[in-house]
């Protein structure tokens, strides 16, 4: 399936004040309070995505939301990014041709990075309906969800059935979970477009591109930032450099400290950052605390697995494992669905998919699995599991039944 190109909007007609995101302290991760987004049109005159980024220490990823239209004219809009003005006039767009956002699905309950923008989202589309994941839950302190902004009229618990609502003549769904993790659960919802057999994920599946998204090209910055093999090399800007930092940034961002990267000491790392080439806030100073063995490219080659669909480390190792059953009988709702696309909320997509390419990502939680068929090195696990086994021996969380 061939993926259609990003619409251009060229940088020169973005102004500073479209890109306003006022609320960042609330989730303060980069790029903090200025957001660019990418439109890109998946089935004609059918399906969107929108395309924002978010991260921290420059490790930065795609954050997505889906745009369908409803047969009966309106658009459905399944986990909303930050309506910025930017990302707000793109949606008009759309609006004065197929109709006003009618639903609003927030389908997940512990992606913080998901929920702080519904509400926002929600009050600059005073029309839409927002239905959000049944079992939602805050931190420190768990508040009523019109505590949080959302508002009190329009925002309903998703029913477990899609015919109780009032987009089921065009969509089925099913959650995943509520799994027990002791601070709060993990859940989320799947959503699947009968008329164009596509599903929409949020964070259990994805499949990692070996160039860098469209999105993080807009600012290199951070590519190059990563790109970098020592403190002493200057900023270069060219798509060999794009391209490792990109590739580096994924071993991080699945891994958070893969076997491909040493750790330097303090000492070290300080005495580094007085010879950089760059010694800025936005450089951090200098300060490179890490530096990546030789052979990293083959850790990035085999996490990406030529680009097919997988479970986040994180998810494989902290969060699906405590409820396999549960996790398997959700995929088995999924796959009866014949889906051709899958559409998540990170990483590449769409994603030209089968039910049997994703009943194979889960195939880590059946018994006697074998971990080596998914190519993910034991040794990249490492972090993971020492964190594990600290939250299994304090009581955090129920231990894995996997």
Not at 144 to 161: A, E, I
Not at 289 to 312: C, M, N, T
Not at 383 to 395: A, I, M, P, V, Y
């Amino acid at each position: 399936m061939a993926k259609q190109a990003m619409e251009p909007q060229a940088s020169e007609r973005i102004r500073s004040r479209d890109l306003s995101w006022p609320f960042w302290p609330i989730v303060p991760i980069y790029p903090y309070g200025k957001r660019r987004t990418l439109r890109q049109e998946v089935v004609k005159d059918t399906i969107w995505t929108f395309e924002q980024l978010q991260g921290i220490l420059y490790v930065v990823v795609p954050i997505r939301m889906t745009v369908v239209k409803l047969r009966a004219g309106g658009l459905l809009v399944y986990a909303p990014v930050a309506p910025t003005p930017e990302c707000t006039r793109l949606l008009q767009e759309l609006i004065d041709v197929h109709g006003e956002i009618k639903y609003v699905i927030l389908p997940t309950v512990s992606g913080v990075e998901h929920k702080v923008f519904v509400a926002p989202f929600a009050r600059k589309f005073s029309s839409a309906q927002v239905y959000v994941a049944a079992h939602q839950w805050s931190y420190p302190i768990n508040l009523p969800l019109t505590w949080l902004g959302f508002p009190k009229q329009r925002t309903h618990l998703l029913p477990p059935h899609s015919s109780d609502v009032p987009f089921g003549d065009e969509f089925d769904y099913a959650s995943l979970g509520p799994i027990d993790l002791g601070l709060g659960p993990f859940e989320e919802v799947a959503l699947f477009h009968r008329q164009t057999h596509t599903l929409l994920v949020t964070d259990t599946i994805i499949s990692i591109p070996e160039d860098p998204p469209a999105i993080l090209q807009l600012d290199p910055y951070p590519l190059l930032f990563h790109a970098k093999d020592r403190a002493e090399d200057a900023i270069e800007d060219n798509p060999e450099n794009r391209r490792k930092g990109w590739q580096r940034i994924a071993l991080f961002s699945f891994y958070f400290r893969p076997s491909a990267l040493e750790t330097l000491r303090v000492g070290q790392s300080l005495r580094n950052a007085f010879r950089a080439a760059e010694r800025s806030a936005k450089s951090y100073f200098g300060i490179l605390p890490w530096q990546w063995k030789e052979d990293w490219r083959r850790s990035f080659e085999i996490l990406r697995g030529g680009g097919r669909i997988f479970v986040a480390p994180i998810l494989q190792r902290l969060i699906l494992n405590r409820d396999p059953q549960a996790t398997l009988r959700w995929v088995d709702t999924a796959i009866e669905w014949n889906f051709k696309r899958i559409i998540p909320c990170h990483f590449d997509s769409p994603l030209a998919s089968d039910p049997q390419q994703f009943r194979h990502a889960f195939a880590f939680l059946e018994p006697g699995r074998d971990r080596a068929q998914y190519n993910l090195p034991e040794e990249d696990f490492e972090l993971l599991s020492n964190l594990e086994n600290t939250l299994n021996k304090r009581g955090i969380v129920p231990p894995s039944k996997v």
